[in-house]
């Protein structure tokens, strides 16, 4: 039987070789961390960057004005509106009632200012009959006091009889009863005519007070009328909405959501020691997780937070309590896009986002941001509100016209 041969032994590297082997590899991870200094040195340090980033866009919320009840909603939940557009649409009966009766109250209120005018004529023609009543009783007061006094005279030599005398004083005291009589009687028509004339005189008819007061109530009846369309204060998407036909609703309820997406921003949370050198104006790099790094996003640091995440918490962390346990804190970044979104890659509110900042560029001035969000509603809120106004100012010159005689005039 034939012994096994033996086994041939392992190659062993050479001293030498080996050493070169080592001396190549410490040169690789001398380069590498070279490198790796080199790539902090010159860009690393320059850039702070954070994964704690989400869109934020203005929520608009529809709310009524005035209680009622929802007859119609014009638009669902992921809708675009335009700015105008009805949404929703209360039952406007009661409103259009109450406009009517406003109506009429103010053609009331014209008709009786008119009466009033017309009034001031007849009562200064009385005020001047009663003067010439007086007059003319002042003047039978003379003869009878004349007469009386020749007659006291004459009863000394017998010449008249005492029936005479006291006929005399008695036509005398009655001229004085009539001639008060006609005093007491100019004096109130001098008073009925001041009272008319104060309440008409310098002023026009349409700024008479009770018209003034009437065309308010007629405005307000209009309003109440219009806040019936509650409509989309600008353009955006609908969201949240909870309003249905038939529900019954109260002023201040919201009943949806309109988010404008073209008014977008990025909201990134740094660390407290990351903002070390972030300033205003400073350039950001973005990309969403819902699309990837190959659609990048650029935007500028227009805001930097007044107080970290925990500070404003519902909940405060008391750290005075002495069970105190740190906590590297977050202060939110308010970053603006720049330039209009690409329309294929929308940002929707809640994405999450990669946020870069570059501290070594120079901070310029914060560019127009989403900050001013609520400008195209409130410039929406005030064209309606211009619009209203002029449509009650023109509804009241109407009835104002209508009703004022061909020969009256506004003086």
Not at 388 to 410: H, T, W
Request: hydrophobic share 50%; net charge positive.
């Amino acid at each position: 039987m034939n012994a096994p041969a033996p086994a041939s032994p392992e190659p062993v590297m050479p001293p030498s070789r080996r050493r070169r082997v080592l001396l190549l590899l410490a040169l690789l991870l001398l380069v590498a961390a070279l490198g790796v200094g080199a790539y902090g040195w010159l860009v690393l340090r320059h850039v702070e960057s954070t994964d704690n980033a989400y869109v934020q866009a203005p929520l608009v919320q529809i709310t009524p004005r005035i209680d009622g009840t929802v007859v119609a909603v014009e638009v669902d939940d992921t809708d675009a509106v335009q700015a105008g557009q009805l949404l929703v649409r209360l039952d406007d009966t009661d409103a259009r009632l109450a406009l009517q009766r406003a109506g009429a109250a103010l053609a009331q209120a014209v008709r009786e200012v008119r009466v009033l005018r017309a009034q001031d004529g007849s009562l200064d023609a009385q005020v001047q009959a009663r003067r010439a009543d007086a007059e003319r009783m002042r003047a039978e007061l003379a003869r009878a006091e004349d007469l009386a006094a020749r007659r006291a005279r004459l009863q000394a030599t017998g010449a008249i009889s005492d029936e005479d005398i006291r006929q005399a004083a008695a036509a005398r005291d009655a001229a004085r009863s009539a001639l008060a009589a006609a005093q007491s009687a100019q004096a109130a028509a001098e008073q009925q005519a001041a009272a008319n004339l104060a309440l008409s005189d310098g002023t026009r008819l349409d700024s008479h007070p009770s018209v003034q007061r009437a065309a308010a109530a007629l405005r307000e009846a209009l309003l109440s009328l219009r806040r019936t369309e509650l409509r989309a204060p600008l353009a955006g998407q609908v969201a949240r909405r909870t309003v249905q036909v038939g529900q019954r609703v109260a002023a201040g309820a919201a009943l949806m959501s309109v988010i404008p997406l073209d008014q977008v921003w990025v909201e990134a949370n740094f660390k407290e020691a990351q903002l070390r050198h972030m300033r205003l104006g400073q350039p950001v790099r973005l990309t969403a997780d819902a699309y990837g790094r190959k659609v990048e996003y650029r935007g500028r640091i227009v805001g930097i937070g007044a107080g970290t995440g925990a500070a404003f918490a519902l909940l405060p962390a008391q750290n005075a309590t002495g069970n105190w346990i740190k906590v590297v804190q977050r202060v939110p970044v308010r970053v603006a896009l720049d330039g209009p979104l690409p329309p294929q890659y929308p940002l929707r509110v809640g994405l999450s986002m990669h946020a870069t900042v570059q501290l070594d560029a120079m901070a310029e001035a914060p560019r127009a941001t989403a900050s001013a969000a609520s400008a195209p509603a409130a410039v929406a809120a005030l064209d309606e509100a211009a619009s209203a106004q002029r449509e009650a100012d023109a509804l009241v010159q109407r009835i104002l016209d209508a009703n004022l005689s061909p020969k009256s005039s506004r003086r």
